[in-house]
């Protein structure tokens, strides 16, 4: 098994829903990334966290909500999402140097309808 | 903001051939990544390169600075190597933890 989970692993939501993606990390890491990857397009960086402090907000909407509570776990909370935001969203860890190897988790498939 | 070019998009070949593909950035980088992505999703990072040259197995990375441009060589390809190959930078963010920027990807495919 990875080092890094990420449940669930499906998600099907309707715009008015509420839901949040948890990442997880077993690598002793202390950085920690959102990825958006949508159909055709390549991947995008959204959050960065570095010792549970946000240190890169990609010009994300506010309706996507990034919560480290500390170095292991990370959250992206989800809400009157739009069709558009569909997409695979992918967490990953590091070690908090530059650069340094990312490594992936498996990724949660998003829908929203 | 940093580009990332990867080319080509595609690439369909043969097993047992040898493996080209090239990804070239705009401005300056901490390092350049090569990750690999399988059908479901999951992303595997291959090499993490600042100079030089790294080799592992039957892959091979290269980077020249001065140019802004890295390979991937694939020798002796096999059915197995048929994946997505991303290039992706990384650039000094002054947090400590640098997030990437990555190409559209190479979709390859190795025939048996």
């Known amino acids: 098994e990875t080092g890094v989970t990420q449940t669930p692993r499906h998600l099907v939501m309707g715009m008015t829903n509420k839901k949040s993606l948890k990442c997880e990390q077993h690598?002793?890491?202390?950085?920690m990334y959102w990825y958006k990857q949508s159909a055709k397009k390549p991947l995008e960086l959204m959050f960065v966290y570095n010792f549970k402090e946000q240190t890169e907000n990609n010009s994300v909407p506010s309706r996507f909500s990034p919560e480290c509570p500390n170095s292991s776990h990370l959250f992206l909370h989800l809400h009157t999402l739009q069709p558009e935001d569909s997409a695979l969203y992918l967490c990953?860890?590091?070690?908090?140097?530059?650069?340094?190897?990312?490594?992936f988790g498996p990724g949660t498939r998003l829908l929203v309808l | 903001k940093n580009e990332v070019e990867q080319s080509p998009q595609n690439l369909t070949a043969q097993e047992g051939e040898f493996i080209t593909i090239n990804c070239s950035y705009s401005v300056g980088i901490s390092a350049l990544h090569w990750l690999q992505q399988h059908p479901g999703g999951g992303i595997v990072s291959l090499f993490m390169?600042?100079?030089g040259k790294k080799k592992h197995g039957r892959l091979i990375a290269t980077i020249n600075i001065q140019e802004k441009h890295s390979s991937l060589h694939i020798t002796a390809s096999h059915p197995r190597d048929s994946a997505v190959y991303i290039c992706a930078v990384s650039y000094y963010s002054g947090g400590g933890a640098d997030g990437l920027t990555f190409g559209k990807g190479t979709h390859l495919i190795i025939q048996p």
């Open positions: 990953a860890s590091s070690q908090p140097r530059s650069p340094e190897t990312q490594y």
């Open positions: 690598l002793g890491h202390n950085a």
């Open positions: 390169l600042s100079s």
